[in-house]
């Protein structure tokens, strides 16, 4: 199935050349038809051959559904009449409707929801394909790509493959490096090469920025707040404007110190439990993430703060997949109430609910209230709480609102992708550093199966560092090669191979093509960092692609351009402190300790396997690895490196 996030069209519509109308109306009408259903269903009245009373039958509720123009819509009884309409196709569409509704009374007396949520989704159907009828004026053709069937569209000629950047790096080859497709009405466009990624997101970033929330997910669990996850708009751009004060190529350096405080405590983690380098990487960048953020130290096991972020983060993990649940294709569903058979989604979203308002709200709270003592500590919260306006400004509660939020994106994100790795893999182990967490399990994966990679670091390492301290923020403009690692464990294995799908808020002329307001638009990322027309052997962790001549190579592909932390206007503002904290954690690891597999029975070492997960988010399989210090002076210097920062 197609991935990244779906969204509806927020402009105005036209419906059949018929007057203009705001999308609620749909929702309103859909909405109401579902109500009328299920209120005609439970009255101790007769019922008609159709499930219905005599006066109202499931054909009458579509006819006023799709009549959205004229909004001819009652709670008690829909009358039916006949509609002019002045779409051409009219009569056919009118013969389709019945036959669907037909369809739908077929259903078993005891599928009411199911019998609710057919019709529903009919008129969504019926509505769609007959609005995009007249949005392609010119006649354009639409970009090319695999033929579908009508109503599921490609649905039938996707891949069966668990990794769909795959199916579409196979569809560029049959297609081009812009394809299109549809899928249960939802249309999709794939870019897969560069130049079509900065013409699409960077050039026409006005018109590709917005990413309208799933309905489980946004409005029922509450992810409301994730700036990841707003409509591009002005409330959008306020919570951008403040994250980026923060967390901008210039700020982070502030951080550097907290940083390294992490990274030396992730040292010590790695002497005491090696085996669990996994799980240590999780709690490094929520440790660091939450001292930063709100100025908090989390215990070493069983946080409560990690807890509950974890726990509200499992519905991001269930619902954060397009069409995880069906309210997401008929958003009306979310009138259904919880204790409705077939409504299990309801009483889940309500328990991923209140996780989230805690996870948001308490940590907020908890620097409010000492900020008002003036205990609180140095944090981003404390800093935009100081800045907030009096009390009695009638614009403070909106500009908490906003505050609380931006501290929460940063908060919340460390820990996205490893609640998808408990979710995935039963794995202990989630803002830019959503990345940084597949990243650094990526490297030691990377450095387990690449001995020779390993050395090459170490050597430089010795050169520029020496054996008797740490490697320091300042090293970094002398240690190339570390550089490379770095941009080479981004790129080998990126935790979301195919970004987050950007949507169109209006039709669109590119290149000859016609684009539909509402398409996603998806880069796929894997490709552009696997192509091998750019990366010889593309499969192969090889730092040495980003180097000529001993330095950075400035001409090398930066998976920074290429998806790793986003496209356009909607780019993480967090890359820059995970690039500080990915640099800061692989330089020191690499300078103290060796990586290398296991070994079998026979004292020989056991061949690891590149091996990943799949999803949304894409994570090392579980794997072992020998991590031991180099020598006894390197154990001695991580022991007094860690009593240095605690006096």
Known sequence: MPQGLPGSNPQQTRFGGKGSSHN????????????????EQVQATPFCGHGLRAAVCSGALFRVAFDVAEQAMKHDGIPVRQIKRTCPSGALSTHLVGHYCAMATTLPDNTLFTKCVFLATGALFFLYFRSRRNSNARGLPLPPGPKGLPLVGSLFSIPATVKPWLAYAEWAKQHGDIFYFEVLGQSFLVLSSLERVHDIFDKRSANYSDRTPLTMLVELIGFDFNMAMMPYGSWWRRHRRLFNEYFHQNAVHQYQPIQTRGTRAFLQ??????????????????????????????????????????????????????????????????????????????????????????????????????????????????SMIGRLPNKGDPTRDEERIVARNAAALAYLGVYTVQTCMIMFTNARS?????????????????????????????????????????????????????????????????????????????????????????????????????????????????PERYLKNGQLDPDARDPDDCGTFGYGRRKCPGRHFSDNSLFSIISSVLSVYDMKPPLDEDGKPVRVEAQYTSGLLIYPVPFKCIIKPRSAAAEVLIRECLEGDHE
């Open 24 to 39: 609620g109306i749909l929702v309103t009408a859909l909405l109401k038809s579902v109500i009328a259903l299920l209120y």
């Open 269 to 382: 983690r790695l002497l005491v439990t090696p085996e669990d380098f996994m799980h240590h990487t999780r709690h490094t960048f929520a440790a660091t993430i939450m001292d930063v953020t709100y100025g908090i130290k989390v215990k070493d096991f069983d946080d409560p703060y990690i807890i509950r972020a974890e726990r509200s983060l499992e519905g991001l993990a269930a619902a954060g997949v397009p069409g995880s649940f069906l309210v997401d294709f008929v958003p009306a569903l979310k009138y259904v109430p919880s204790w409705f058979p077939g409504a299990s989604f309801k009483r889940k979203a309500a328990v991923w609910r209140r996780y989230n308002g805690e996870v948001a709200g308490i940590p907020f709270q908890y620097v409010e209230d000492k900020y008002e003592q003036g205990s609180a500590p140095p944090s981003v919260a404390a």
């Open 430 to 542: 989630t803002g830019g550093a959503d990345t940084n967490v597949s990243a650094l399990q990526s490297f030691f994966l990377a450095m387990t199966i690449y001995q020779d990679v390993q050395k090459k670091a170490k050597e430089e390492l010795d050169r520029v560092v020496g054996s008797g301290r740490l490697p320091e923020f300042h090293d970094r403009k002398d240690l190339p090669y570390i550089n490379a690692i770095v941009k080479e464990t981004m790129r080998w294995n990126l935790v979301n191979p195919l970004a987050f799908g950007h949507m169109s808020t209006g039709d669109d002329e590119y290149d000859g093509f016609f684009i539909p307001k509402g398409t996603i638009v998806i880069g796929n990322a894997w490709l552009l960092l696997h192509d091998p027309a750019v990366f010889s052997d593309p499969e192969e962790f090889q």
